[in-house]
């Protein structure tokens, strides 16, 4: 196993690992402590049945089961979830707007996901050049970049997620929204397993910081958001098929760039890890 760091911040491929012929233990330990130092980690040019992804994922903890696999899942796989902008008898496959703003996935849940798998299946191209990339932004960077006097003035605050400050192209029923009521969590969170700290902060879902004015509350948002999204602490994945990649919810945030359209197909696998209560 060989590991090629993607940028000096963000990201890091994994070379001389085929999926498909399972891992040993100690492999496996070796890649997710690669996703625990990047935030981000990538194979390419694997090949893998649904059940080999949900194998795959179970290294990063429990795979978890979306809310949206009942609509856009793949029969005997109910972890898989699909994200396509490809339709079938008249119906999309999956969803097609996916994140396209700056997020981490599920923060808007007690214990959101740890982590989230992506395997390519399609990948729109122009000329021959791949379209539809995921730009990935780390958060833990962007903590340790911080001044002291700003490390030390937001340490301890929490902030309300709420599901539907971000603006959803999908539908959500009004089940999904009980399911998820606004919930705070600190601004500033640890890794679970390394300790590093990120700051935890989402434009759109994280709606107010706790202790604060509206004013106070929005202009801290909007800085911190800023702060995260800086072009030192991107990695912007250029898709090939075949490729696998998993971030971590903790240290990254991760945005779609939906610069294609049919008949440029993209057709992703994704599934995600359950994770626990965000601590400071
Ligand atoms: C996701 C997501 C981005 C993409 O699956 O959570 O944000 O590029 N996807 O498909
Ligand atoms: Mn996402």
Redesign the pocket.
């Known amino acids: 196993m060989e590991i090629r760091k993607a940028t000096d911040t963000t990201g890091a491929e994994i070379l001389g690992i085929d999926v498909a012929a399972g891992l040993d233990r100690k492999t496996a330990y070796a890649i997710r402590k690669v996703l625990d130092e990047h935030g981000v980690i990538f194979l390419r040019n694997q090949c893998i049945t649904p059940e080999q992804q949900v194998d795959f994922t179970r290294l990063f903890g429990e795979p978890d089961i979306n809310f949206n696999a009942l609509r856009f899942g793949i029969d005997g796989s109910p972890e898989i979830y699909i994200?396509s902008n490809i339709n079938k008898d008249g119906k999309p496959i999956g969803t097609r707007r996916?994140?396209e703003t700056w997020?981490t996935?599920m923060s808007y849940a007690k214990e959101p996901a740890a982590a989230?798998m992506?395997f390519a299946v399609e990948v729109p191209t122009l000329q021959g050049l791949p379209l539809?990339?995921?730009a990935f932004a780390n958060a833990a960077a962007a903590w340790d970049a911080l001044p002291t006097e700003l490390q030390d003035a937001i340490n301890g605050l929490r902030g309300t997620f709420d599901f539907r400050g971000r603006k959803r192209n999908s539908p959500v029923s009004a089940e999904d929204i009980a399911k998820y009521p606004p919930i705070d969590h600190p601004i500033v969170r640890s890794h679970p397993r390394t300790g590093r700290k990120s700051l935890y902060i989402v434009r759109d879902d994280c709606t107010s910081i706790i202790g604060k004015d509206a004013q106070e509350s929005a202009a801290l948002i909007e800085a911190l958001a800023d702060h995260i999204v800086k072009p030192e602490f991107i990695y912007q994945h250029k898709w090939q098929v075949g490729d696998i990649v998993v971030w971590d919810n903790c240290t990254v945030q991760?945005?779609?760039?939906l610069d294609y359209e049919l008949p440029q197909r993209r057709l992703?696998w994704?599934t995600t890890v359950k994770g626990t209560i965000p601590q400071l």
């Open positions: 994200i996916a994140g997020h996935d989230t992506l539809g990339d995921t991760h945005r779609a760039i992703m994704r």
